[in-house]
T-cell receptor, first 115, second 115 residues
Framework: DAMVIQNPRYQVTQFGKPVTLSCSQT?????MYWYQQKSSQAPKLLFH???????NEADTPDNFQSRRPNTSFCFLDIRSPGLGDAAMYLC??????????????FGPGTRLTVT | DAKTTQPTSMDCAEGRAANLPCNHS???????VYWYRQIHSQGPQYIIH???NNETNEMASLIITEDRKSSTLILPHATLRDTAVYYC????????????????FGTGTRLTIIP
């Protein structure tokens, strides 16, 4: 089945130690998104790629970076994780971003713990 | 951006119809209403969307009032697997600025299906 895959499902990192989360998709979608969801809160968009075009949200901290080496893969890099970065990180894809039928497909998420 | 208001939580008996309300009184003419749900420890899942007409798919029905200021998501025969947080999202489309097209999740309604 075509899907959005996130690895690992659980990640533990140390305070200040860089960490990379990965997302892959078999849907061949043009757009890939990264969301942060803290405990008991709604998902919050960090940034997205439209093809190779990177679009950062205004309030996304500089500590968060992303890479998309090809259509299928997208990475979230946290350069110096703090305790406040502990959260579920969700990857999503959509075929496009303009048009009512372009719903987003979400992966299962990676739960990041910072010790 | 138009905002939505949803009840914090609701219960529904298994096998009955679950009716989830959403207020979006500031919605503008070209903004769609989307519903997503998030089952515990999973990524959000698209359910349905509409502009002004009622919509139905294999998962649910969406009833939008004539003035478009509110809507109701209906799960016709709720099962235990429908227990989730349901998000009502107003999403602008067909504009050049992506800021109108992203999914901005609110607090959602926690729906619990009672056996």
């Amino acid at each position: 089945d075509a899907m959005v895959i996130q690895n690992p499902r659980y990640q533990v990192t140390q305070f200040g130690k860089p960490v990379t989360l990965s997302c892959s998709q078999t849907l061949n979608h043009n757009v890939m998104y990264w969301y942060q969801q803290k405990s008991s809160q709604a998902p919050k968009l960090l940034f997205h790629y439209y093809d190779k075009d990177f679009n950062n949200e205004a309030d996304t901290p500089d500590n968060f970076q992303s890479r998309r080496p090809n259509t299928s893969f997208c990475f979230l890099d946290i350069r110096s994780p703090g305790l406040g970065d502990a959260a579920m990180y969700l990857c999503a894809t959509s075929r496009g971003r303009q048009g009512p039928s372009y719903e987003q497909y979400f992966g299962p998420g990676t739960r990041l713990t910072v010790t | 951006d138009a905002k939505t208001t949803q009840p914090t939580s609701m219960d529904c008996a298994e096998g009955r119809a679950a009716n989830l309300p959403c207020n979006h009184s500031t919605i503008s003419g070209n903004e769609y209403v989307y519903w997503y749900r998030q089952i515990h420890s999973q990524g959000p899942q698209y359910i349905i969307h509409g502009l002004k007409n009622n919509e139905t798919n294999e998962m649910a029905s969406l009833i939008i009032t004539e003035d478009r200021k509110s809507s109701t998501l209906i799960l016709p025969h709720a099962t235990l697997r429908d227990t989730a947080v349901y998000y009502c999202i107003v999403r602008g489309l067909l504009r050049p600025n992506f800021g109108n097209e992203k999914l901005t999740f609110g607090t959602g309604t926690r729906l619990t299906i009672i056996p």
